[in-house]
Structure formats: C-alpha cells, structure tokens
C-alpha cells in the first residue's frame, strides 16, 4: 500500500527527518510511537503532501504510484485520509454543509455515519469551533467514514477523549481499517501515532515502529515496544543504534 | 398558476433576472404585497394582507395627517446635501402601517428600481404597532442598461412595543451607480429590530450608515451585513446602535470581501442605560488586493454596559485550505467552501423564506468568488 524510501524532510529549513524507510502493506496496520518531538506528525504531514514538509531526497509510492510531488488533495483522492490531531476551526463552514460537499450525490451515507458517531447534533456547527477533545475526534473519525480512504493515518486518535467517548472512536477506526474483515481480504491499511496504547484495546496492530529524532529506530511488535517505553522511557531508544 | 403583478412587465429578461436577484418575486407568491418604483414613477402597490397597509409615502401623507410626526423625525432633513435634495422632491417611495397585533408570515416586497441614468429619490416610512410583526424584502436594483445614475433613499422606521420589524435589502446595482441611503429606526419596549444588507454586485459608491435607537426597555438590535467588493466599487458602510433604554442590546455583525474593491466597514454601539449589552462581529476576507477597513468602535457610558467586539481582516488561512484538501478538495474547491461558509450568516428571528432568499442572492455570486 505504501512505501516510504529513504525520506528526508525540512520544516522551515531545517531537516526533521532524516532517511525514514517505511513500508505497510495492503490490510495491515502499523504504529507509530516515539518521544514528543521526534517527528511523528512530520512524517504522516509529509505523506499526506503537507506545503510546508518539504521532501528533500527519498520517495513515497502509494498503491504502486510514486506520489512525492503530487499535491495534497491528489492523494487524498488516490486513498490517502488524515485524522489531525488539532484540526483548524473553519467558521461559517457547518460541518454537515462540508460532508455533504465531500458526499457528492450521497448525502444520505454522511447522516447515518453522523448518527453513528453522536454528531447529528454537531452538523449545523461550525467546524471545530468549540468542539471538545472527545468531539473533535468523532468529527475527524466522521469526516474520514465519509472519506473512505484505503489507507488511513491516525494522530493520537485517544488523545483528550474520555473512556466513553474512546470506545466509540476506538470501535470506528477500526472499522475504518476493515477488521472486521480477515487479513486476506482486508483491502484497508493504517498507520496510528500513539503515545498510550489505549486504541490498541480496538484494533490490533501488526507491527510497530519507533522514531527517535527523526529516525526510525526500530520496528517489531507493538504492544512488546510499548512495554519497554513504560517500562524504561524513551531513552534506551534514543541512544539505541540505528538498525 | 403565478399570478404576476402589474408594473413588472415590459421588463427585459436580463432586468427581470436582476431583480430576481435581489429577491423579488414577479409573482404574487409567497408575498403579501409588493411595490415597485421604477426611477420616480411608482408602478405598482398591493397589499392583501388586512393588518398591513402599503402605501407610496405622497398618498400616505395626504391620507393620515399623523403621519407628518412621523415624517422627517428619525433622519435630520438638514443632515447633508443628499438629505436636502431628498426633501426639496415630491416625496416617492413607500410607507408601510402594520397595525397593532397584525403579522405576515409571507414578507412584504418593495423594489426600487433605476432604469435610466438619472436621480431617483425615496422616502420610506415603515411602522409596527404594537406587537405587530412586520417582514420586508427590499431589492434595490439598477438595469443592466443604465451607465451611471444615483440614488438617494431615505428610511424612518418606528418599531413599537412588543414589535418586530425585519428587513433584508440586497443591492444589485450597476458599476456606474452611487447609492447613498439615510436610514434610522427607533425600537421600543421589547420591541426588535433586524436589519440585513446584501451586496454582491459591482458598485461604483455606496455611502451609509444606519443607526438603530433602542428606547424601550430590552428592546434588541440586529444588523447584518454580507458584502462582496469587486474591482472599482467603494463601499462606505457603517451601522450604529444606541443602547437608551434599559436591558436593550444590539448585535451588529459584517462579513466582508473584497476582489480589489475598498469597503470601509464601521460599526458602532453606544451604551447608555443600565443592563445593556452589545457585540461586534466585524470580519474581512482579502482575496484580492483591495482595501477592507474595519474600524468597529465599542463606546460605553456607565458601569453597567457590557460591550465587546472582534475584528479580523486577512486572506483566508492555508492551514484551512489543507485540512479541507486531504479531505479530498482540490485547491478552488476548499477555497470557494470556505468563502461560502464566511459569508453564511444565519439571522436569528427572519422566517426561512427570507433566509432562503438572502442565502440564494450569496449563491448566484459565487462565481465571483
């Protein structure tokens, strides 16, 4: 599904990712864990095709396509979906008025995945405006069920969300993910930032990876990586030597 | 089966369109009375609904010697050249009696329409009673073939207590024309007044700055604005609230763009009486290199008046734009979404046929976005 080859990105000048190598495969979901500040969200914005990540040398291919150089809304509409951690606030833009403009001519879908995440009530609201953290996270998770993307990254998807609200989320994306369906027929992949491990109650994980610095550090199974974090903190893994 | 009402015809499709434009409906539908002034002559008064008289203001000064209190007391006959010139014609334009208790679920329609490159004058007086409900749609509306002309209109409205008076005007002028409107209204007891302004075409000059005076207690304000400058218009807007009475408030909201176009955007609320409250919304786009102006100014009295205002002029930010395009939009499309979403003022208190209309008149300029 997507393949990241040796990408190195600058933010403002300056290199935040240094040679990441990346790959998930159709129907797998991968996790992203590291220190705050370690480039995490630079890379799913660089991914996503963000104006201010800017790719300096590597290649990103997804489904077989090389999209380095392609403009954020084409890969949006090749598959790619983005749940942000901190969406703006768009004032005047009802949030409903944007999903039935991302519906096209299936308005009806939108509403009934808007009852589903408890956001009927949230669809004549400008979008994000004083939207709680649980609130913003249904939002996103909404936005992206109407997107369907194939392959799906998440930022911190629990983060701010209260244990009611997760279970719901956590339920959602792993729909969005498709597994519900088995590994060979899933068609959905997705790769989660997570600091907790808390969506890993919702969704299984296949494998897990570590960035340090703007490196990947190590790769391998996510709930035994968590374990170490919790255990020892980051800083094994920050001296830890480049595999 | 539309019933069309007398004093349309003759209009040519692309004057009808226009007006249409602005609101007016050609047909009797969903209207309870029109009016409609081409230049100086008035072509065309109904009203079927039995609470509300309509009237062009010369018969009504003739048929209601009370009148004339009513007649040059919201605006100073003396307060500039165009005052004086308004008040040295016969009087034309509209006055509207909606009596105690009466209320119209379809709005009133006036139209003022330019047909020739010359002056045309109105002096409109618009009157609830008490508890009365009274709803007006204004299209003000110049044809495609006039080159330049003026237009000066003058507006008294009275709102009594326990009354509402709403009026929505949208402007479809031509780029030639200077349009210079007088406008003051006084709200009593309980009484609310919403005021809405609509401008998405081409205008060479528009200089104005209604004032609402809240003398009755909780009496309440509303104006909004919804204004899109192009290349060559200038646009001196204001709108002004005096909080007199105690418990009154006022809203006072504009929602600006300009594509090269200079709009100077004022607003003004003045508290003077306990317990008062007022807000100002005061929001300017930049999508092309134009002049927005904001100049919202809070002026309270006493201790007990709470006022507040926020501003904002600039482009619309690229961090909105991404977030609407990894949902799939391209550049354009996440752009005019935002644009669209700005411009959406929902008006608390106007009936749906009335939102409908003004959201519709935001539509059709779309393309000039």
Known sequence: MLNVENLHVEVDGKEVIHGVNLRIPVGETHVLMGPNGSGKTTLLRSIMGFSNYTVTEGQITFRGRDVTNLPLHQRARYGMGLMFQRPPTISGLKLGKLLDVMSGGNPTKAHEYAEMMNMNSFLDRDLNANFSGGEIKRSEVLQLMVQQPDFVMLDEPESGVDLENIVLIGKAIAQLVEKERHIVNRKKSGLIITHTGFILDYLEADTGHMLCNGEIRCHGNPREILKVIKERGYQECIECAII | ?369
């Open chain 2, 1 to 369: 089966m539309r019933n069309h009402i007398d004093g349309f015809e003759g209009l040519s499709p692309e004057d009808a369109e226009r007006l249409e434009q602005s609101g007016i409906a050609l047909s009797s539908e969903n209207r309870c009375g029109s009016f409609f002034q081409t230049d100086q002559d008035i072509r065309h008064t109904s009203c079927s609904y039995e609470g509300i008289e309509m009237l062009p203001t010369a018969e009504a000064l003739k048929k209601y010697d009370w009148l004339k209190d009513y007649y040059w007391n919201l605006v100073d006959k003396d307060k500039d050249e165009y005052t004086r010139y308004v008040a040295a014609q016969e009087p034309r334009g509209f006055t509207i009696i909606a009596k105690k208790g009466s209320k119209n679920i379809f709005p009133l329609q006036t139209c003022l329409f330019m047909a020739t490159d010359d002056i045309q004058t109105v002096h409109n007086i618009i009157i609830a009673e008490e508890g009365a409900e009274l709803h007006l749609i204004t299209g003000c509306v110049s044809s495609h073939s006039v080159g330049q002309g003026s237009h000066y209109g003058i507006t008294e409205l009275y709102v009594g207590k326990d009354a509402l008076i709403s009026t929505t005007m949208i402007h479809t002028w031509g780029e030639n024309v200077t349009v210079v409107p007088r406008s003051s209204a006084r709200v009593e007891e309980n009484g609310t007044f919403l005021s809405n302004y609509i401008s998405m075409k081409p205008v060479k000059r528009v200089q104005m700055y209604p004032e609402a005076r809240l003398t009755g207690e909780n009496a309440i304000a509303r104006f909004s604005s919804v204004i899109l400058a192009p290349k060559g218009s200038e646009l001196d807007l204001g709108q002004r609230a005096i909080l007199e009475a105690k418990g009154s408030s006022a809203e006072l909201l504009s929602r600006v763009i300009t594509r090269g176009g200079t709009v100077i955007s004022r607003s003004h609320i003045i508290g003077m009486a306990e317990e008062t409250r007022g807000h100002i919304e005061c929001n300017g786009l930049i999508l092309e290199d134009g002049i927005i102006h904001a100049i919202p100014e809070i002026e309270g009295r006493l201790t007990n008046t709470s006022l507040s205002h926020e501003a904002s002029v600039g482009k619309i930010a690229q961090d909105e734009i991404e977030y609407l395009m990894a949902r799939g939009l391209s550049e354009e499309e996440a752009t005019a979404t935002i644009i669209r979403g700005f411009l959406d003022v929902k008006i608390q208190g106007l009936p749906e046929s009335l939102q409908r209309q003004i959201d519709a008149a935001i539509d059709a300029a779309e393309d000039g976005f």
